[in-house]
């Protein structure tokens, strides 16, 4: 069985867009959900590559304010409370901000994620997805070659490697960065979600322009 080694727990920022554009991306998405024992126990949009455009015009339509995007383990225990911390984190943080909460497999046999993983979550600023193929963990690898000196990401991912997993991650994109042939480059990375939380909410607030409570 291959090792996974975690990554570090380091500390950096995020991005969303109101649910009322994401339905869109939710709508076009969840024609393509898993089928059998793969097949998530709630209703949760299944991303595919075929389907990718449909993210990144969501990504886009929220250009006028930062947009984040999350990486979390539907397998990792920490996922689970870094996910209800995030829910937290934001119903005390008010402004145009589009999160994207990417749940995706780190072993071959973790499952989607439950009715309770995604109840975790109900911002209304926020679309779930579900990324059995890593597409977007490959999306930001592709970001990392077209944007030479971004922020490095190895240190995100399963085995501490380019080609690992990306995951418990947060993005931060600003206010004006568009997505086209690669996505932007981040201005904030980090690994280990509920710990970074503080850092996480004042970057967004400054982002947008409230400072945290």
């Not at 500390?11 to 059998?36: F, N, R």
């Not at 886009?60 to 947009?67: D, E, L």
Request: charged fraction near 20%; include cysteine; hydrophobic fraction near 40%.
């Amino acid at each position: 069985m291959m090792r996974i080694v975690m990554p570090r727990f380091v500390y950096h920022s995020t991005i969303l867009v109101p649910l009322a554009s994401a339905i869109v991306a939710l709508g076009l998405l969840g024609c393509d959900q898993d089928k059998g024992e793969n097949k998530p126990e709630s209703d949760i949009a299944s991303l595919s590559r075929k389907q990718l455009e449909k993210v990144k015009a969501t990504f886009n339509t929220g250009v006028s304010g930062p947009r984040v995007i999350v990486f979390f383990s539907s397998g990792c225990a920490a996922c689970d409370t870094g996910s209800a911390a995030l829910q937290k984190a934001l119903a005390i943080l008010d402004g145009p901000i589009t999160l994207f909460a990417v749940w995706e497999p780190i072993f071959d046999k973790d499952p989607p994620p439950t009715r309770k993983l995604l109840g975790n979550i109900t911002d209304r600023r926020i679309l779930q997805l579900w990324d059995p193929d890593h597409v977007l963990s490959d999306e930001m690898r592709a970001s990392e070659v077209a944007h030479p000196g971004s922020l490095p990401q190895a240190r995100t991912r399963t085995n501490n490697v380019d080609s690992g997993i990306m995951y418990d991650t947060v993005a931060i994109f600003p206010a004006g960065a568009r997505w086209e042939t690669t996505l932007p480059a981040p201005e904030y990375l980090e690994v280990g979600l509920e710990a970074i939380l503080p850092k996480v909410r004042e970057h967004l607030a400054n982002l947008i322009n409230q400072p945290p409570s």
